[in-house]
Nanobody
């Protein structure tokens, strides 16, 4: 698995961005996937996760109702649609593969194959 996150950028509060996470080796379609973020001097935190078929999703309370995770297994890509962005959403966003095919996890240690991340900056 080799993940590449993209789609980040600078946006004003209230704006939208769509992040993409592409698996260039096309091996993650049978795995649950997650998005995490890390702001400067803060711990990496869970944002959203999606089951391998896309039928189940899980969100952090802080993004529920504003962010939507989805996936296209034919394209080996996971997406994070982010609407109504707030300055506190500013962070580097990472996608990752959940190691075990169990219930969706919010714990970073349950994930691997972290990509290099994409910077999201929301100005007030």
């Amino acid at each position: 698995v080799q993940l590449q996150a993209s789609g980040g950028g600078l946006v004003q509060a209230g704006g939208s961005l769509r992040l993409s996470c592409a698996d260039s080796r096309r091996t993650s379609s049978n795995n649950h996937m997650g998005w995490f973020r890390q702001a400067p001097e803060k711990e990496r935190e869970f944002v959203a996760a999606i089951s391998w078929r896309g039928g189940s999703t899980l969100y952090a309370d802080s993004v529920k109702g504003r962010f939507t995770i989805s996936r296209d297994n034919a394209k080996n890509t996971v997406y994070l649609q982010m609407n109504s962005l707030k300055p506190e959403d500013t962070a580097v966003y990472y996608c990752a593969v959940q190691r075990r095919l169990m219930g969706l996890s919010t714990t970073p240690n349950e994930y691997s194959y972290w990509g290099q991340g994409t910077q999201v900056t929301v100005s007030s």
